[in-house]
Nanobody, 125 residues
Framework: QVQLVESGGGLVQPGGSLRLSCATS????????IGWFRQAPGKEREGVSC???????YYPDSMKGRITISKDKAKNMVYLQMKSLKPEDTAVYYC???????????????????WGQGTQVIVSS
């Protein structure tokens, strides 16, 4: 049974940093791409990064330079390191998974089959 559990969210001041974690179980990261998404109040869920099964990463232009996605296969964990946080980064952050034979990953909602419950990030002074 595929499960994803996010953690690490919280309240952070503008300009601060935060590392989100996604604990995975029921599958091997060698066979799955993992994406991070976020949904701000009143907005649609959007992709912020992804990491492929062979560790290729993708960042939308809007996120480049401020976030880093990584994985620890031994621990079945995927991380999203965020820095220089802004109030507009406030959102519920989700990790998602999809089994794939490909070497790339994407950040569209429809590309992923499994989702975690989300972790809240609030950027405010």
């Amino acid at each position: 049974q595929v499960q994803l559990v996010e953690s690490g969210g919280g309240l952070v001041q503008p300009g601060g940093s935060l590392r989100l974690s996604c604990a995975t179980s029921g599958f091997t990261l060698d066979d799955y791409a993992i994406g991070w998404f976020r949904q701000a109040p009143g907005k649609e869920r959007e992709g912020v990064s992804c990491i492929s099964r062979i560790d290729d990463t993708y960042y939308p232009d809007s996120m480049k330079g401020r976030i880093t996605i990584s994985k620890d296969k031994a621990k079945n964990m995927v991380y999203l390191q965020m820095k220089s946080l802004k109030p507009e980064d406030t959102a519920v952050y989700y990790c998602a998974a999809v089994m794939t034979l490909g070497h790339l990953c994407g950040t569209e909602n429809y590309e992923y089959d499994y989702w975690g419950q989300g972790t809240q990030v609030i950027v405010s002074s």
